[in-house]
């Protein structure tokens, strides 16, 4: 089992280029700090995701960073 720092890790590692969105049921701040830090773009709650998911994964293509904003939706904050 791995949470998101190794999960986000492990496919960087083999593929730099890759563009990591976490998908999540964990609403902790330290845990989506570990994540960005580890190289995720994004990190969405499951809560969430109907919302957030397609913006999330279309900013990381851009290969910019989103973060999931609770229930006032979610945000771009520029590059990755």
């Given at each position: 089992?791995?949470?998101g720092t190794?999960?986000?890790?492990?496919?960087?590692a083999r593929r730099p280029d890759s563009r990591v969105v976490l998908v999540t049921v964990?609403?902790?701040?330290?845990?989506?700090?570990r994540g960005y830090g580890a190289?995720?773009?994004?990190?969405?709650?499951?809560?969430?995701?109907s919302r957030?998911?397609?913006?999330?994964?279309?900013?990381?293509?851009?290969?910019?960073?989103?973060v999931a904003g609770g229930p006032a939706g979610g945000r771009q904050v520029g590059d990755g």
């Open positions: 089992e791995l949470d190794p999960a986000t890790e492990a496919p960087i964990c609403d902790d701040p330290d845990v989506a700090a190289g995720a773009l994004a990190y969405v709650l499951k809560a969430t995701a957030d998911l397609v913006p999330a994964v279309r900013a990381a293509l851009r290969n910019e960073r989103y």
